[in-house]
């Protein structure tokens, strides 16, 4: 769930908290990020005079491709915040960007979760660390003992110079 009625703890007094489970087996957090793994984690609540602070610690994994050889990888995240979701009440004004609990005192983090785990995902992923990337000549993943399909074209760290010193000759 993602959602949570927390009537009872906007009733309560400042400084009472409640834990709660993130667990989304429905995994649809964003439409462009493909989850490889339900978001699971807890949401520590604590009432304030004016909302409720939400610490949230949750983990999933995600799909991407490997930036160098394009490789499809499965990313484990890591999500991690503490963000104030405000109450209306009479003569508040709330800012439209923050986050609330809605008239129906309901707690919905869908939308910070989407915010935190778009930071999360890395620009640049890898397959691994060392990832060679693709061949230039042949474009095929690079990995140990790539044999190249186009036997007729140098590879190898000396390739480029060779190539250079066949046009300079
Ligand atoms: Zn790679
Ligand atoms: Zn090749």
Request: charged content about 25%.
């Amino acid at each position: 769930m993602l959602a949570h009625n927390i009537a009872d703890l906007i009733q309560s007094s400042a400084g009472t908290t409640l834990d709660l489970r993130i667990d989304d087996s429905r995994a649809d957090v964003s439409p462009e990020i493909e989850l490889a793994e339900p978001v699971v984690g807890t949401a520590r609540l604590h009432r304030t005079q004016s909302g409720v602070i939400v610490q949230v610690q949750a983990k999933t994994a995600v799909r991407l491709e490997c930036s160098r050889c394009l490789e499809p990888i499965v990313q484990p995240l890591q999500i991690k915040f503490d963000e104030e979701f405000l109450i209306e009440a009479p003569g508040v004004e709330i800012d439209p960007d923050a986050f609330q609990v809605d008239e129906h005192h309901v707690l919905d983090l869908r939308e910070a979760l989407r915010q935190y785990l778009t930071l999360a995902v890395p620009l640049a992923p890898l397959c691994r660390p060392n990832c060679a990337g693709l061949c230039a000549n042949c474009g095929a993943p690079l990995v140990d003992g790539h044999e190249c399909v186009r036997a007729d074209f140098p590879t190898g760290p000396f390739a480029a110079l060779s190539k250079l010193k066949d046009q300079t000759q």
